[in-house]
């Protein structure tokens, strides 16, 4: 009557290579969520190194990409963990002579559901990286090409002459008590030299009170301070008054926003000069 138990033996070769077989499979899913979540952890330290070699003006957080990394990783230990708990088990049952028909699924559903989860994850966050990565991208090249288009100059019309613009300016900063440092005739030298140019005069101009600051805040303001006016008549007889944008100085120079006032004055007197 206990035929049947003492008849009961170990099972065959090929069942425990099996065995093996996938306990090795789970070993290397293991290994790759590991590597795959090293690689995604480090990816957001890799897009600050890209934004600082392109000197951005500021780095938004990547720690996204940590938490993402830090999890593939630890679903990878746990994966090794269980397949080699789940191979213990099996080689066991293997010993005893027991068969078992149908094995359970849940390690390898829940590794497929949470792989898409975190994939669809990922992808949302890199669509999201990428769209502001390329605002960032289209509003540097917008600005940039501004810059490049006036050099960071502006002209305005004048109604006047050179020589009475340049007066009503004079007139203009010296009601204001503003200390006009300079008056450049290029003009005029370059007729000392026998050579014909067409009027043109630089005025250079400031306060202590208001450049100070900007170079206490930029010292290389300094080499655009005090500030300047260009009063000159082009080919066509038309006078015109150029001066240096607050906004390209700022930029030039990283001057703080509450200092821009100190030199965005220039706008007004240049258009009171050629009124």
């Not at 070769?13 to 899913?29: G, S």
């Not at 630890?74 to 149908?102: F, K």
């Amino acid at each position: 009557m206990d035929a049947p138990t003492e008849m009961r033996q170990r099972a065959d070769l090929r069942d425990y290579l099996a065995a093996e077989r996938t306990l090795l499979a789970w070993i290397r899913t293991g290994l790759a969520l590991m590597g795959f979540g090293f690689v995604v952890a480090r990816f957001g330290l890799f897009l600050q190194q890209l934004r600082l070699i392109d000197h951005a003006p500021s780095a938004p957080s990547y720690g996204v990409s940590l938490w993402f990394g830090t999890a593939l990783i630890a679903v990878g230990v746990v994966v090794n963990l269980s397949s080699a708990w789940r191979h213990v088990r099996l080689v066991r049952e293997l010993d005893q002579g027991e068969t078992a028909c149908s094995r359970s699924l849940t390690q390898s559903v829940v590794t497929a559901l949470f792989l898409a989860l975190v994939g669809l994850a990922m992808a949302i966050y890199l669509v999201t990286v990428r769209g502001s990565a390329n605002l960032h991208s289209e509003n540097s090249e917008e600005t940039a090409m501004a810059l490049a288009t006036n050099k960071g100059i502006i002209d305005k019309p004048s109604t006047h002459s050179v020589e009475q613009t340049v007066e009503k300016l004079k007139n203009i900063l010296q009601s204001k008590g503003v200390t006009l440092f300079a008056l450049v005739d290029h003009s005029g030298e370059a007729e000392k030299v026998g050579i014909k140019m067409r009027p043109t005069r630089l005025l250079i101009f400031g306060s202590p009170k208001a450049g100070t600051p900007l170079m206490l805040a930029a010292p290389s303001s300094a080499i655009d301070l005090p500030l300047k006016i260009l009063i000159w008549e082009d080919d066509r007889g038309k006078v015109w008054v150029s001066y240096n944008s607050p906004d390209y100085l700022k930029e030039r120079h990283g001057l703080p926003q509450e200092l821009l006032q100190n030199i965005a004055v220039v706008e007004t007197l240049a258009a009171k000069a050629g009124e």
